[in-house]
């Protein structure tokens, strides 16, 4: 008989009241109680206190969740659900009940960036050749990228693994934007190879705190972390309640996403023309409901748009959940599809997603999704004439 | 901890109509035809009457069945407040019996949902109580509103407590010649009536004068008539029949105004609906209504003419005498009376 | 994942020969979950669970079901307080979820057409575009079913001005238990007939599956209102309620909120409620402009003078929705102070609210339980909140005996068992402390016309004694639930 070894206090915190329904992806395309948070507390209780077994459907419902912790926002009794399922994977995991070999080898790659990379460029070119299927659901991968240079020692910028991979014009545009502002970073390279996030996502707990262990070392000088990825940001800032250390505490404490830092600065950005544009902002859910400064976006943004607009689906995720997207392909479309009427409704010209997971996986459906860093650098680069945001212009023709 | 026991006048009532022969009550008779006459050898009783308690702090009033409902808006008067129950003579057990809203049903609400408990004799001659004292309460299943429109065939009404509303610091009545009643109705937000009758609106607002006042001039600048609009005193005198029309059919009768007014049927939902069958809200034919007043936003239109019956389908149909069956399975209730074949017929 | 072998059971292979495997479950894990709603009741036991997704499909579901001797149990968000979805005696469940489309909206008539699993506040936010809303707002209003709203009559704040949810539902089409299909009611304004619309609506799912409702949508009011007044007592505040409707005002929400769930909620929101207060009342008005702004005006006279120590009206419209979040989130915040509630349901009248409530906090007391309130006050809809440790052997006892009480007390003042949360196997026992036999019997009556072979969602409502009552006592619980 398997326990979880969750938290009792965490776990009797639900009080069935089923609020967070509505805000749950997969029970919004489902109509499942098992496909909800309510559903899957209730099967870790069944778990926990009753020896309900881990069979297939209990473990379905655990697999199926993207892990976007929607659920945590609309939840009023506080109910800690990504701690909870985080621990709930681990331990089908280390029960050896799921999660097959070659993936856990694919996530352990995450940790060494140059074979992510060779795996882009691989993937990359397999497109150029048709030899990657359009249904591997994969936007446009970039061939070659050059390398980000250090700026200045502001704050660290942090790279991550496939994102640095994929988008790297994305931090590069970040970096420019951060210039304008006055303020040099510092990329973090393969000093901080991965943040972990997908590997505490997929259950694969040791790896992830090794990897956390990691980049509590190697950022340990006291500078501000700047992340432009919703998903790492979030999971850096929990570093604490992941590692239980101080270090880690002092870290996560002065993770910052890039919006978020930049929001109280932006006197130091000059003005200029907005683009012509009206943006629709898709708030990544690791923004909004775990780190919850989703407001900062706009803040960031609105200068520098015609119009901003928000989207009618209080901010229910869009599939990509991490790796969600590549494993639960069928609820991860579904999931999407809603999205995308929600964008339909709202009849943008680009969408802005500060998460490269959602603007992939947005993008592998049409939709012209771009990070605000890149939309605000192209203003900067637009109006001072400067060499700016070619990664927009391409991402926008796309 | 039961409900008080049913008093005196309640029990006397109830040995009255006994278990046996066939018994109807008598209220004021102003509506005795609508759904036919009961059969002859019928004994007909009168229910207590009397009003029994007025909370108006909690806007309730326990009446017995047999009060004439003028009585009972005289004493509700004396407190501001007045009931959803028609103004027209009759009694409060006729008016429960009958279930017909007033003319102004957009401001004084609907009879049934005035209803919040319900006391009645039954078919083997006990006091039943159905619903509750409380201005809100879902203990239970809806006897008060199947109880309303039943016109006595379920159960001979002896006493109710019903919900009252105070009444607005303002009424007025407007009138104009050639206005769009549909416009008047969709500038206005809560207008208590607005009429029509194939040339002249009448529009009843009620509430604060203040804003009796702006919807007043809201209504006039969305109406734009030729002769303006004046004040009345009342709204015009009521055809003496009521078809039950969906709002939205009124607009074909505007359409055919004002030579000879005509509606056409088209009933029920979306789709699948039909299917369902009922009471759809057709009135049959395009067929003249008459002289007429219709009342916008509502549906009801008062005819010189009678409404055609509308049968329902036979799923409803069975599962209506079931619910008559269990009720009174002797059929000792108004015998004769039935509340299907509708289209009431009684003069007004 | 989902390529499981077509059931041995041939009530299940006949449920899949229809919906197709997709729509039928039968695993344990799925049937374990939809034993529960938000209710504290255990010891429910579904059978197959069924995801119909037409009016068609639920008939031959329900027919299905007839024809293998099981019964079925309607089941739309499971947000229900009283156990009414909870199912007895292993029947088939039908959940609404998937039918969840907003069929047809009509400006002309003021209704929009609906399938039954549409969430309550989708329906309000897909109208808002058009200045209408779905009046019925009931606490759960994000998350529960309208085809759940019909089924328990639910109210919420605002229904105070705007009524319950009977007065907004012109028609329905029903699946009756013995699968043939009925409109009830009608769009037009006076249907004919007995208003079997109204007799259904509130029936707990026990008098058949609604499967497409026309209610009416409401306009948005121009102006609006909202006051947060605080007092040292609660029953000042209690008293204040009744001195404002004696006035002739009747506001569109009145709700009161006692310090411990106050604390809780300002905790959670963060809306700047008056922490310091013995309780506090949100009053809302709307309406024509001038109007509501002179009720507001005599509002705040009437709290003061009756003891308000700060009246505090909501500026705009971000600060008014905040403390309405506040107030709609508040069962949940309670968590924050104890691990489980009992959440009760009783109506009295206005004037009795300060000695019921004065009643029901000597009652917690006494057997050694917090309580918090907060509650409807301008109905006089009370909502005592027991809060408990589950995992305290014994506690659940005392609970439940703290609830008769109270249950007890508010019908001995006058009032009811049940303001919108409904009967369901809760209150099915305390019946009889409000009925008598007659008039149970008659209510069994009507149950009967619906469902004369006690087919739908038997064992609630009606204590035993009644038809379909004795189906399975939840005391009893299933073996083998995991099995
Ligand atoms: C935090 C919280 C706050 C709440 N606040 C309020 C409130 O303010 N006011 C209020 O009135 N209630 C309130 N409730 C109770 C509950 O939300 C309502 O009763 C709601 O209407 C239930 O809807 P549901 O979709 O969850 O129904 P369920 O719980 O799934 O079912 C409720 C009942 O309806 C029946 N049913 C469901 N669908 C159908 C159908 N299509 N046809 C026939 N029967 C059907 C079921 O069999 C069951 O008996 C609250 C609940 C919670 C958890
Ligand atoms: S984390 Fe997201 S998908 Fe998982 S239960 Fe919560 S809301 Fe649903
Ligand atoms: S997780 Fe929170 S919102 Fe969801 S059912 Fe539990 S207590 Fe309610």
Redesign the interface.
């Known amino acids: 008989m398997t326990t979880l070894g969750l938290d009792?206090?965490e776990l009797?915190?639900c009080?069935?009241?089923?609020?967070?329904?509505?805000s749950c992806p997969t029970?919004r395309v489902t109509?499942?109680?098992?496909q909800s948070p309510?559903?899957r507390i209730?099967?870790m209780r069944?778990v926990e206190h009753?020896?309900?077994?881990l069979?297939?459907?209990?473990r379905?419902?655990f697999e199926t969740c993207v892990q976007c912790r929607g659920c945590e926002t609309?939840?009023?009794?506080?109910?800690p659900f990504g701690h909870l399922m985080a621990r709930t994977r681990e331990v089908i995991v280390q029960s050896g009940l799921s999660t097959s070999r070659p993936v856990r080898a694919g996530y352990a790659a995450l940790g060494r960036p140059r074979l992510v990379r060779a795996a882009v460029r691989a993937a990359a070119l397999g497109q150029r050749l048709h030899a990657v299927p359009a249904s591997a659901g994969l936007p446009p991968l970039p061939l070659r990228q050059a390398p980000l240079r250090r700026t200045g020692s502001d704050a660290h910028l942090f790279t991550g693994c496939v994102m640095d991979a994929c988008q790297r014009d994305v931090h590069r545009d970040t970096v420019r934007v951060l210039a304008a502002a006055g303020f040099g970073v510092e990329p973090t390279g393969d000093r901080v190879p991965c943040c972990g996030a997908l590997h505490a996502h997929a259950g694969l707990g040791r790896a992830a705190r090794k990897l956390a262990a990691g980049a509590v070392r190697a950022l340990g000088d006291g500078l501000p972390v700047l992340v432009n990825s919703a998903g790492c940001g979030a999971a850096m800032k929990e570093y604490g309640r992941l590692l239980g250390s101080d270090a880690a505490r002092e870290l996560a404490g002065r993770v910052f996403d890039v919006s978020e830092w930049l929001a109280p600065r932006m006197a130091n950005l000059p003005e200029v023309r907005p683009l012509d544009l009206r943006v629709a902002v898709q708030d990544p859910c690791h923004l909004r409901h775990v780190q919850r400064v989703h407001a900062a976006t706009r803040a960031v943004l609105a200068p520098f748009v015609r119009e901003l607009l928000e989207l009618?689906d209080d901010g229910l995720c869009c599939g990509a959940g991490g790796s969600y997207a590549f494993f639960e392909r069928r609820e991860a479309r579904a999931i999407r599809a809603r999205k995308l009427a929600s964008i339909a409704r709202s009849a943008p010209d680009v969408v802005a997603s500060a998460n490269p997971g959602c603007s992939m996986h947005l993008a592998a459906a049409g939709v012209p999704a771009v990070h605000p860093m890149t939309l605000v650098a192209r203003a900067l680069g637009a109006q001072g004439g400067a060499r700016g945001a070619q990664g927009a212009q391409g991402r926008l023709g796309s | 901890m039961t409900a008080p026991a049913p008093d005196g006048a309640l029990v006397r009532f109830a040995r009255e109509v006994g278990a046996t022969g066939p018994v109807a009550v008598e209220g004021g008779r102003t509506r005795w035809d609508t759904g036919g006459d009961p059969a002859a050898g019928t004994r007909l009783l009168r229910a207590p009457a009397g009003i029994v308690e007025h909370r108006p702090e909690e806007m309730t009033v326990r009446v017995r069945a047999g009060t004439a409902v003028d009585e009972l808006h005289d004493e509700l008067a004396a407190t501001g407040q007045r009931t959803a129950l028609p103004r027209r003579g009759g009694t409060v057990g006729g008016a429960l019996a009958v279930g017909e809203n007033d003319v102004c049903v957009l401001g004084r609400g609907r009879v049934r949902d005035a209803v919040l408990q319900v006391r009645y004799v039954s078919a083997d001659g006990v006091v039943v109580t159905g619903g509750g004292p409380t201005v809100k309460n879902v203990t239970g299943y809806d006897l008060p509103r199947l109880l309303v429109g039943s016109l006595g065939t379920l159960g001979l009404l002896a006493e109710a407590i019903l919900r009252t509303n105070p009444v607005p610091a303002v009424s007025r009545w407007f009138r104009a010649e050639g206005a769009v009643p549909f416009k008047a109705f969709d500038a206005l937000f809560r207008p208590s009536a607005v009429l029509w009758n194939g040339c002249t609106t009448w529009v009843e607002l009620e509430g604060h004068a203040a804003d009796v006042e702006a919807e007043r001039r809201a209504l006039v600048a969305a109406t734009a008539v030729a002769g303006g609009w004046s004040e009345c005193d009342a709204g015009p005198v009521l055809p003496p029949y009521r078809w039950s029309l969906r709002p939205s059919e009124l607009r074909r009768l505007h359409e055919a105004a004002p030579g000879g007014p005509g509606a056409a049927g088209g009933a029920g939902g979306p789709g699948e609906a039909g299917e369902a069958g009922g009471h759809g809200a057709s009135i049959g034919e395009p067929s003249g209504l008459g002289e007429l007043v219709a009342s916008i936003g509502v549906g009801t239109v008062f005819s010189s003419r009678p409404a055609p019956p509308r049968p329902p389908s036979p799923a409803l149909a069975a599962l209506a005498a079931r619910v008559k069956h269990e009720f009174d399975p002797g059929g000792r209730l108004n015998p004769g009376r039935s509340v299907d074949p509708a289209g009431s017929v009684s003069p007004r | 994942m989902r390529g499981r072998p077509v059931s041995a059971d041939p009530l299940v292979a006949a449920l899949c020969a229809v919906l197709g495997r997709d729509r039928v479950r039968d695993d344990a894990a799925e049937r374990a979950l939809l034993a529960h709603d938000a209710s504290v009741f255990a010891g429910g036991a579904a059978g197959p669970v069924c995801f119909p997704t037409s009016t068609e499909e639920v008939r031959a579901v329900v027919r299905i079901a007839a024809s293998h001797g099981s019964a079925v149990v309607p089941r739309g968000a499971g947000t229900g307080l009283a156990g009414g979805a909870i199912p007895l005696g292993r029947p088939v469940v039908v959940v609404t979820t998937k039918m969840n489309r907003i069929l047809e909206v009509d400006r002309d008539d003021r209704i929009a057409w609906v399938e039954p699993g549409v969430v309550n506040l989708d329906l309000t936010k897909h109208l808002r575009p058009l200045g209408f809303h779905f009046a019925p707002d009931p606490s759960s209003q994000q998350a529960c079913t309208i085809g759940g709203n019909v089924a328990n009559n639910s109210g919420g704040p605002h229904c105070l001005a705007y009524g319950v949810t009977s007065q907004h539902v012109l028609a329905l089409d029903v699946v009756l238990p013995d699968g043939e299909v009925v409109r009830l009611g009608g769009l037009d304004a006076e249907p004919p007939g007995y208003d079997l619309r109204g007799a259904f609506i509130g029936g707990e799912g026990t008098l058949g599956i609604a499967t497409r409702i026309a209610v009416r949508i409401t306009k948005n009011p121009p102006a609006v209102r909202t006051l947060l007044l605080a007092f040292d007592s609660i029953e000042e505040a209690a008293t204040v309620v009744g001195r404002v409707v004696a006035a002739g005002i009747v506001p569109a929400a009145m709700e009161v909120m006692d310090r411990g769930i106050t604390v809780a909620v300002e905790n959670f929101v963060h809306a700047g409620y008056p922490v310091d207060a013995g309780a506090v009342l949100l009053v809302e008005v709307d309406g024509p402009e001038a109007g509501t702004a002179l009720d507001a005006e005599r509002i705040a006279e009437i709290g003061r003078a009756g003891g308000a120590t700060s009246v505090r009206t909501a500026a705009g419209e971000e600060e008014r929705a905040l403390l309405w979040r506040g107030r709609k989130t508040a069962f949940g915040a309670v968590a924050q102070i104890a691990p489980s509630y009992y959440l009760h349901d009783t109506v009295v009248p206005r004037a009795a609210l300060p000695q019921v409530l004065r009643a029901v906090y000597e009652i917690a007391e006494r057997h050694g339980l917090m309580v918090v309130n907060v509650f409807h006050a301008g109905d006089g809809n009370l909502h005592p909140l027991l809060l408990f440790d589950p995992r305290e052997p014994g506690t659940l006892a005392r609970v439940h005996a703290a609830g008769r009480e109270i249950v007890e007390v508010s019908l001995a003042a006058g009032g009811v068992l049940s303001g919108e949360h409904g009967v369901g196997v809760e209150k099915r026992d305390y019946m009889p402390l409000q009925f008598s036999d007659v008039d149970l019997d008659h209510q069994n009556r009507l149950r009967r016309a619906f469902d004369p072979a006690c087919r739908a969602n038997p064992g609630k409502v009606l204590p035993s004694g009644h038809s379909c009552a004795d189906i399975q006592s939840l005391e009893r619980l299933p073996a083998g639930v995991w099995a």
């Open positions: 009792p206090e009797g915190r009080v069935q009241c089923g609020l967070c329904l509505p029970f109509g499942d109680e098992s309510r559903g209730a099967l069944a009753e020896g309900a077994p069979s297939a459907p209990v379905r419902s609309a939840c009023p009794s506080g109910v009618d």
